[in-house]
């Protein structure tokens, strides 16, 4: 039984964006899916299917933290160069939806993380400096 337009549904449910306009071969960026939305939708995922995600690295295939835009954790490979996000193709999903569990066999790679709280610590204390500067120089 192939699980294509309910998964698609799903999709649909999640991003608002029609059925027409998802590319199949990369669902997340095609519908614009992100951060909490890419987490919402593959939660939905696994309890609509009662897939086993426990092999599933987010941070291979989309930036699951916040703020948008801005990268905290991704993979290197074995060559040390940052891997690009792998795309969340529809088959990957009815393969997993049909299995029970999440089959993408992912490449020898390194987690690597960055903590942002410390630049924003630091850019908050400096923004502060200088406001303080300008009021000390305005007497």
């Not at 941070?59 to 690009?84: K, Q």
């Amino acid at each position: 039984m192939d699980n294509s337009e309910t998964i698609l549904d799903l999709v649909v449910m999640h991003s608002s964006v029609l059925k027409d306009r998802i590319d199949p071969n990369n669902i997340l960026r095609s519908t614009g899916m992100a951060g909490d939305d890419a987490e919402e939708f593959m939660l939905a995922f696994q309890k609509e299917f009662r897939v086993d995600l426990s092999d599933f690295l987010a941070y291979l295939h989309y930036n699951a933290d916040e703020p948008p835009f801005v990268r905290t954790a991704w993979g290197v490979g074995a060559d040390g160069r940052r891997m690009p996000e792998i795309p969340i193709r529809l088959s990957d999903l009815v393969v997993a939806a049909e299995s029970g569990k999440w089959q993408i066999a992912y490449p020898e790679h390194k987690l690597v993380e960055k903590n942002l709280a410390g630049l924003v610590l630091m850019v908050g204390v400096l923004f502060l400096l200088v406001i303080a500067a300008l009021f000390v120089t305005i007497d």
